[in-house]
């Protein structure tokens, strides 16, 4: 089962409470009809203003979302962990540890949940203990 977070477009913050919710409710029974089109199975679920996907079809499902109107963007989940330093560390690592290997790269923290974990501090040390698989970019 293959998962993907989609971020409504960046526009939709701006709206009415009541506004907001109606435009993601039709934002996510068109991605539900445009997947079901494509024969890709899907579960949505809604939080924190973002769409969580989970599916059996993922090449199928990244060809819909990048065509649905009103996706500002969306990521596949690669790796899934729990909030702390050194879990985040490890499982960094462990995902990305060989892409990384030999290139240069960049640690950036977004926090839906978790604080104190995306101060640009704490950014250039998790890069730093990955480093030993990679360089990590001075800002």
Not at 7 to 21: F, M, V
Not at 62 to 81: K, P, Q, T
């Amino acid at each position: 089962m293959a998962q993907f977070i989609i971020r409504p477009a960046a526009e939709l913050g701006t709206k009415s409470r009541y506004t907001r919710a109606h435009f993601q409710n039709a934002l996510r029974r068109n991605i539900a009809l445009a997947l079901r089109r494509a024969g890709a199975s899907r579960a949505l679920v809604q939080d924190f203003g973002r769409i969580y996907l989970d599916t059996d079809s993922p090449t199928a499902a990244a060809r819909v979302l990048s065509r649905v109107f009103g996706i500002g963007n969306f990521s596949a989940v690669e790796a899934e962990c729990t909030p702390d330093l050194d879990t985040i560390v490890a499982t960094a690592v462990r995902v990305f540890g060989e892409r990384v290997r030999g290139r240069r790269f960049a640690v950036r923290a977004k926090r839906v949940r978790a604080v104190g974990l995306c101060h640009p501090s704490g950014e250039r040390t998790r890069g730093g203990r990955v480093e030993g698989r990679g360089r990590h970019r001075r800002p």
